[in-house]
């Protein structure tokens, strides 16, 4: 395979707490699996005091949506080991992740594990989750939500498409499936290093159902549409356009270990169902791309990330979305596999 890397520049979230604010799919979408982190916060063996008692959360981008399954976690916890013990929680990243963020949500939203709870220590740590983060045999209790579907680099251009799950091109999907194999085997091998001998991983990703569906078609096709019609408009180039890849992938039932694919519960319907507000509908959708994919898209410009004209596309981006959206709503296939991964205790 040639390499392709010249098409992928590793691009940060938005930053100024963007992510906090637009990710609501993600946080409802997560719930389901935070009752797996309190079965596992449950069951999990714990190290005997003085060692430490770690939770590493892999891909905690701004950290808003990191305190409900934390809470959860903690709580559990704190009712086998009591309230004087101090936890560890670990958020990662990548290096160019929004941390201040991250610490300023920790540290001042009322909402936060920090706020009541002295004896819970916070840090983060800027590295991809492909490598070994923490040290060997240190981690407790893993979390890992809306991040492992995220592939390390793009195997290839897409030349019909943004996201390989709607493209014809046989070549293309072959490429992104062999990456993700790949990826997934990894991330796997590094948890594997990092985790304690019994300790639990809970894992949320994006994946497909049993027929096959990556689902979110309806926003796929708004968000290519409105591309389409930047370049034609001359708000994007060709060249630009023919870069943009969002570097993710839903894998199967068969693609996981022990697996548990669902399809989520698509929350923005159900508000659209009571109140029939069209734009609302739109405008929340376009938020959900605009805080996981639009930074990817838009690091595909020639100019610099961050600067004027990146915002204006992100901005006329999310618009179009909204609009073509509101003008016809239809409910998302949401298919997301929930699972907790047990490192096994060695008995040599």
Known sequence: MSD???FFKPAPMEGNGA???????QAAGSLPAVRLLERAARAVPLPPAPELLVLADYGSSEGHNSFAPMTAAIAKLRERVGRSRAIFVFHTDLPDNDFTALFQTLGNDSNSYLSTDPAIFAGAIGRSYFVQILPASSVTLGWSAWAIQWLSRVP?????????AYSHDL????????????????????????LRNGARLVVLTMATDDSGDFGYRPVVDALYATLVDMVDQGLIRQEEFRRMVIPTFGRTRMQFIEPFAK??????WTEFEANRDAHAFGAQWAAFCRASVFPT???SLDEARGDARSATFMDQLEAGITARLSAAPVQMTIPLAQMTLLKAIDET
């Open 263 to 268: 399809n989520g519960d698509d929350r923005i």
């Open 156 to 164: 290839c251009a897409i030349p019909d498409q943004v996201q390989v």
């Open 171 to 194: 070549s293309a999907r072959s490429a992104f499936t062999e990456q993700a194999a790949e990826d997934w085997r990894t991330f796997l091998t590094m948890r594997s290093r990092e």
């Open 4 to 6: 392709q890397s010249e």
């Open 19 to 25: 992510y906090n604010r637009s990710s609501s799919v």
């Open 297 to 299: 898209l838009a690091a």
